[in-house]
């Protein structure tokens, strides 16, 4: 079983983004299971969702603790130390962050192997959201596809188009844009 | 179809397939999801119903109750405090023997103000002549909401068909949700033997003088217990119709289980990965799963649990001055057992206003108990005892 743990801010689509993933690797033919953190979210606040996956059908109903991989939506939540993103992280675990630095730059969150991608920027040139407030969530998911092979671009496509009530070709675009343009830095000693 | 959706949705379309004819329902967190899924659909005609907007959960009920006494399938959800304000029809519902069929999204009762889920609103109503399914999966929801309309229409009761806040309600995952044929051929349309009719006008709801209130309440109770057989064979028909049957409880590697958890919903389904684990470590350890909690299947939990050496009952829910509710209703069950039948049994409360039930507190549970490290009646888990407690000071910290 995989499990992941979504980092954003309130309105930037980390729900969302967990329910695209879940799509898409239904689609793949796993086992998901999608769920925003329980509670009152405001706009701007920093929130979470999670996502787990698995060949079985998946039984754990708690919330998630030790998640194999993150995906931080806004950059800001790591720079200016609002969130410990890395809590109960397992080593070896993935981190993929929306950011205009490189992997090298986030090599003091711990022995993880960092994955980074300018999704603000690809949101933009596609015109998801604005200037202040891009739509990243689906630009992102392409360079998730690409970090794990946990899901097709194709299957991404099709859970954005059944997911995303608006624009779902721009977001499509985004996507494999994204998918395209991410940058890792493998974790010393695992090899990836 | 399969399909990824969340409880709430789960909820909604199973609606949706049982085809009712009247909604009558109030928003409230964390059910508004289903009722907002299930307006959509009568908007977009996929539902050929009539959606009344009411002004209160009181209402919302009796519209419930005014349209399914005149022959209407009728459906409401609700959660909490919704459901507290409910409760004076929530027996009318009962006594008037209309089949409707409920969601209640388990939350925690206020204060202190919470959304999040605990089974102490539905077991408030426990007494009210209702049955009472609880679920441990989106999956189940959907099935357990068809399976409920027709065993409330062939016994004449209502149900509520139960699952928790968020854990479920609001968690995405795959369902199998049926095509409407099936469904169509297993749930006939309603055919009340008694209803409201203008060709043949009669009065309803009237007084009752103690030569005959008794015997209604009997027939009541009857009806209970008729509808513990009619849980089991609708369970089975729909294991055949769908390859998932279902039972009034659920037994999860029992076979030679010494240590047994009894639980509902969904830390039931989560607490298999914990006996899976003690077995692995050489515990013979299984899981007894509540699913319909009324009608109470007393006899089949006593033959269950009867030579177990120790039972753990885990309660979301506690009636204050005694026990989890659960855990009573289970001692009250196995009573009759000789005493040399008798398992060692444990009360746990845990959970409560969303506390997660994470699977380390299940092994600990588990654990403690079978060596001998949990001796009381009754532990309330993982709790931060209040100064002063033991002279009932309300001052926590």
Known sequence: MIEIRIHGRGGQGAVIASQIIAEAAFREGLHVQAFPSFGSERRGAPVAAFVRLDHEPVLVRTEIYEPDGLIVLDQSLILQKLVDVTQGLKDGAWILINTPHGPEEFTHLGPYTIATVDASRIALEHRLGSLTAPIVNTSILGAFATLTGLISLDNLGEAIAATVPIKPEANIAAAREAAAAVKTLAAAGTGR | ?397
Not at chain 2, 358 to 367: A, C, I, K, Q
């Open chain 2, 1 to 397: 179809m399969r399909m990824v959706i969340k409880g709430n949705g789960a909820v909604a379309h199973a609606v949706r397939l049982a085809r009712p004819q009247v909604i009558s329902a109030y928003p409230i967190t964390p059910q508004t999801s289903i009722i907002e899924g299930i307006a959509s659909m009568v908007a977009e005609g996929k539902i050929d119903a009539r959606f009344i907007k009411v002004e209160s959960e009181h209402s919302a009920l009796a519209g419930c109750i005014a349209a399914e006494s005149a022959g209407a399938r009728t459906f409401t959800a609700t959660s909490a405090q919704g459901l507290a304000l409910m409760h004076e029809v929530i027996h009318w519902a009962a006594g008037a023997r209309l089949p409707i069929v409920l969601a209640n999204v388990n939350r925690a009762m206020a204060p202190g103000w919470s959304i999040w889920t605990d089974q102490t609103d539905s077991l408030s109503q426990r007494d009210t002549g209702w049955m009472q399914v609880y679920c441990q999966s989106a999956q189940e929801v959907v099935d357990s909401v068809i399976q409920a309309y027709k065993v409330s229409e062939r016994v004449l009761l209502p149900t509520m068909v139960i699952l928790d806040a968020f854990f479920l309600s609001h968690t995405y995952e795959d369902v199998e949700v049926p095509e409407p044929g099936l469904v169509d051929g297993f749930l006939p349309p309603l055919d009340l033997p008694q209803k409201m009719d203008l060709e043949h006008p009669a009065a309803l709801g009237n007084l009752v003088f103690p030569d005959r209130y008794m015997e209604f309440r009997r027939k009541m109770d009857l009806a209970h217990q008729v509808a513990l057989g009619v849980w089991d064979e609708v369970g089975r028909e729909w294991g055949e119709l769908t390859g998932r049957p279902y039972g009034l409880v659920e037994q999860y590697r029992m076979d030679d289980a010494e240590l047994v958890l009894v639980t509902a919903a969904t830390t039931a389904s989560t607490a298999r990965v914990v006996i899976d684990a003690l077995r692995d470590e050489g515990v013979a350890a299984g899981l007894l799963r509540l699913r319909v909690f009324r009608p109470f299947p007393a006899d089949l939990i006593r033959t269950i649990l009867a030579d177990r050496k120790k039972v753990v009952i885990l309660d979301r829910n506690c009636s204050f001055g005694h026990h989890g509710i659960f855990h009573q209703e289970i001692k009250s069950a196995l009573y009759e057992l000789p005493a040399g039948q008798q398992p060692e049994m444990h009360g746990v409360i845990a959970g409560l206003g969303g506390r997660d039930v994470t699977v380390e507190d299940l092994r600990g549970m588990l654990m403690g108990v079978w060596e001998g490290r949990i001796t009381k009646p009754v532990t309330w888990w993982n709790v931060l005892e209040a100064k002063g407690a033991e002279t009932g000071a309300v001052a926590m910290g």
